[in-house]
DNA sequence: CCGGCATTGAGAACGGGTTATCATTCTCGC
DNA sequence: GCGAGAATGATAACCCGTTCTCAATGCCGG
């Protein structure tokens, strides 16, 4: 996985054009506009390189086939929208906090994940 | 699904013991104890029956098997702890609020889910 | 206590997401 | 511009949770 081809340059301006978690699938239709043979097993195998690599994080939400997004945004401590109506994934930054105070008698926390539901601007109109 | 078998009595029974969410596995696991012939066909007849019924409610985890717990558990609002040394899933009361701050500008929330990860009271010794 | 018929259980089949196969194509160091 | 070998793409195969099949069992109304 070194060298710079035509598929994995597409896949990674899908992802920075984007810039929200994609699906696999999102991925694919997204860089096919680029690169019109793409195949998906070449999404796959890229995907899974950049994630090795530190370039995507993956992002998984109940129920779903994992997303992946930009390891730099991921840095950055935030959680997710999906949206009822386009099934598209969204950034959402901020925390509530205190989550620890949940916590029953004797549990400890190492990391927490919140997801939100509901219609994105594109959809509520 | 109107009869009362000893097989759906004892996945009845593994649900109001354990008192938590629990996995199509678990419940053949628990309910073997009682029935030691239960199939796991019937494991997830009886699931999708109580859950048509509205006895269970189904509870999904990201990355993982759909988990299924009591309805009148899950009739009151709470959230889910995934312990990352048994993988058993609790149920975490309370919630922080204040969610629907964090929507982006014309996004509208229907609804939320909190997971929370670490080390359960059994695990953290 | 019978008998009809819903339920059970073992195993095969399914479905979708993902990964492997392998001949062909393309990148890039030289 | 060459050539080694990595990457690609079409397709088959895989994984694993779930559902179906069908003969055998057992619940329960009468």
Redesign the pocket.
């Known amino acids: ?8 340059t597409a896949i990674t301006n899908a992802f920075e054009q984007a810039g929200r978690p994609l699906s ?1 699938l999102e991925v694919l239709d997204a860089a096919s506009a680029e ?1 019109p ?6 999404v ?3 995907l ?1 390189a950049m994630v090795e690599e530190g370039v995507l994080a993956p992002v998984e939400l109940p129920g779903e ?2 997303r992946y997004e930009l390891a730099d945004a991921a840095a950055r401590h935030h959680h997710h929208f999906r949206c009822d109506s386009c099934d598209r994934v969204f950034d959402v930054h901020g925390c509530p906090g205190g989550l620890s105070n949940l916590l029953p008698p004797g549990f400890t926390m190492r990391d927490h994940e919140i997801v939100l539901f509901g219609r994105c601007d594109a959809c509520a109109s």
Chains 1, 2 share one sequence.
């Open positions: 996985m070194a060298r710079i081809t035509r598929q994995r696999p690169v043979s793409l195949g998906q097993a070449t796959y195998r890229a899974r086939p994992d």
